[in-house]
């Protein structure tokens, strides 16, 4: 034995002695937590909870003020066909913030796409089912565009679909001329079309057979993100982009079939669209892009990405139909309305950070 | 533990060269790692280190020399497919992600799908196997103390995060696991369990090369220490051959050593 060796042994030995007395100091910093640490911990762990306490907050308060008119079958499912736009192009803007990205074109390409399906049917004689997956294929390429930008190019996602959002919208009115397709053309040569405008009636509340498959559509979703390793990824590349393709993920890959599906789902979404409205217009849904935002905003996701259920995007979406519904029929002017929606996207925001804060 | 140079070379790259532009990262750098060991990479700032590891793990294609696993030689084009053979890394700080739980975290893009037409059409992962699999690797790596293997990775501390990434790289590690300064970010107890937990793998049977600055550390728990100097091996000792002041020597060019790897 050298004594080199022995130097060493002691080095190491000195090591252990002071990492033992590291021991003493360990978990000194717990601490009872207070109720309102706790609240913060499970509002923290279910990223649906805090909008849907928003939600029924407001579905009581409106009921008092307002009374039995709001809380009626027929009306509170008025409130779901008015987000049902919304909740439908919600669903992309949420996968597309999930991976840190935002999408400001999502309500171009449906518009973009319900025109292509229209005139597909009606200037042209396609077959409606044909004219509905021509129009679906638009909002496809859209996404791909979109996603290609952000993946091929390196564009920021805020720029890119600033950037095509200008472009779609420009396109659109280009290829309907500045047209609107009336509704009694549709309903004489493609009622396929107008066929998500139909409506159930359960117990007085009127189902549109679009708000069905949108609640249909978020389900799927759900399903997607949560049981299938594509979710994981979508949840992981949003999260920290360096550690997903550390783990093997092609990150680039997932961006790009994130981009691709959201804008099939806004294709979907203007299906219901005319549905709703019964004509196409080229500019109809011109608000979408920032509704879609404020739903998904709303809801909890976090526009940092890798945070947020697509559940919360449905109650967001819910939230700003009842604010809108119930602040209407208690008769307060329009610009209210706007104000109130304002307030809870900042409110809503804050909250998210504050629950973030100290949890994390 | 001592290591048996007789053996074949768990894995071995033979006079590595890459370039960049007019800078040498890898100068005909020659590597050992023999089956069962702790090797420690040694090497100041810029001496190549993160170069060579790169090399082997699959993150950088060398311009010339070759890399050989088990005595074959192997050209990786990308991590997953050295990943694919066998070579797992744990990174230093970016090993995981932070909302994902455990489970999700150790099967992160090699994930199990449940058997029948729910897996092959639908897709759906086995939460359950992927669950109880992680819960018996952590178990059994003795990083139970973690209760939940639900709970989301960022709810952890550093040096549970990087148990994490230790436990996933010893679940699907068969042949090498590299470490590059997994104790560079946690405090000295946390350390302390990783280290357990780097000699808790390779007594399982898995070789480990260690990266890390941290000289007490080395000296601890390696085997065999390689010392990397301007892009190759400068020397190869082990923790009984050489004093820490010597290694350090080594390091940075004031000491000499014409030292046959083999005789180490």
Redesign the interface.
């Known amino acids: 034995m050298?004594s080199?060796?022995q130097?060493?042994s002691t080095?190491?030995l000195d090591?252990d002695k002071?990492?033992d007395q590291?021991?003493v100091?360990?978990a000194r910093f717990e601490h009872k937590e207070t109720l309102v640490q706790r609240f913060k911990k499970f509002l923290h762990h279910y990223p649906v909870a805090a909008p849907s306490i928003v939600l029924l907050l407001a579905i009581f308060c409106f009921s008092l003020i307002v009374g039995g008119r709001f809380l009626s079958a027929f009306n509170l499912s008025l409130v779901l066909q008015q987000v049902t736009i919304i909740g439908m192009v919600g669903i992309a803007q949420t996968l597309i913030i999930l991976t840190a990205g935002i999408d400001l074109s999502v309500g171009a390409i449906m518009v973009l796409a319900s025109v292509v399906m229209g005139r597909m049917a009606i200037d042209y004689g396609l077959d409606p089912w044909l004219a509905l997956c021509v129009g679906i294929a638009v909002g496809a390429v859209a996404g791909f565009i979109n996603g290609s930008l952000i993946t091929r190019l390196k564009l920021p996602p805020f720029i890119a679909t600033l950037g095509t959002w200008n472009v779609f919208f420009a396109l659109n009115l280009w290829y309907s001329n500045s047209e609107t397709i009336r509704a009694e053309d549709i309903s004489n040569t493609a009622p396929l079309l107008q066929w998500l405008g139909n409506t159930i009636d359960v117990f007085g509340a009127q189902l549109t057979y679009g708000s069905l498959l949108m609640l249909a559509m978020f389900v799927v979703i759900w399903?997607a993100l949560n049981?299938?390793?594509?979710g994981?990824?979508v949840?992981?590349t949003g999260?920290?982009p360096?550690?997903?393709k550390?783990?093997?993920?092609r990150t680039d890959r997932i961006l790009l079939s994130v981009y691709i599906l959201a804008g099939i789902v806004c294709a979907l979404g203007a299906w219901v669209l005319i549905g709703r409205i019964g004509s196409i217009s080229p500019q109809a849904g011109y608000t979408t892009n920032l509704d879609s935002i404020t739903a998904v905003v709303i809801g909890g996701c976090s526009l940092f990405g890798?945070?947020g259920s697509i559940f919360g995007t449905l109650i967001g979406a819910l939230v700003v139909g009842i604010f809108r519904n119930g602040l209407a029929l208690a008769g307060v002017d329009v610009l209210w309305q706007e104000f109130t929606v304002g307030i809870l996207i900042i409110v809503a925001v804050g909250v998210d950070q504050w629950i973030r804060k100290g949890?994390? | 533990m001592t290591t048996n140079t007789n053996q074949t070379p768990i894995l071995q790259t033979k006079s590595l060269v890459k370039r960049y532009g007019s800078v040498t990262a890898i100068d005909h750098a020659d590597f050992e790692l023999y089956p069962g060991e702790i090797l420690a990479i040694i090497g100041d700032n810029g001496a190549g280190k993160s170069s060579l590891i790169k090399a082997l793990s699959g993150a950088l294609v060398p311009d010339e020399g070759e890399i050989l696993l088990d005595g074959q030689p192997v050209n990786f084009s990308s991590p997953m497919e050295a990943r694919a053979l066998g070579i797992e890394t744990v990174y230093q700080n970016l090993a995981v992600s932070p909302a994902l739980n455990i489970a999700d975290n150790l099967f992160l893009g090699r994930e199990i799908r449940k058997p029948g037409i729910l897996g092959s059409v639908f897709r759906m992962l086995d939460k359950k196997a992927m669950e109880q699999k992680a819960k018996d690797k952590m178990t059994e790596l003795g990083l139970m103390t973690i209760q939940n293997i639900s709970q989301a990775v960022e709810s952890l501390s550093g040096g549970q995060r990087q148990g994490v990434a230790v436990a996933r790289s010893a679940l699907f590690g068969t042949k090498v696991v590299i470490m590059d300064e997994p104790t560079a970010a946690l405090g000295v107890k946390e350390s302390r369990r990783v280290l357990n937990l780097i000699k808790e793998v390779r007594d399982r049977g898995l070789p480990i090369i260690l990266i890390s600055h941290n000289m007490p550390h080395v000296f601890e728990v390696a085997d065999r220490i390689h010392i990397h100097r301007l892009g190759r091996r400068a020397a190869v000792i082990t923790p009984q051959s050489h004093s820490m002041s010597e290694a350090v020597a080594i390091m940075t060019g004031a000491l000499e050593v014409k030292s046959d790897p083999q005789a180490a």
């Open positions: 050298s080199t060796e130097k060493n080095a190491v090591h002071v990492a590291a021991q100091y360990e399903y049981w299938t390793a594509w994981r990824h949840y992981a999260d920290d360096a550690a997903a550390l783990a093997g993920i890798g945070r949890t994390a």
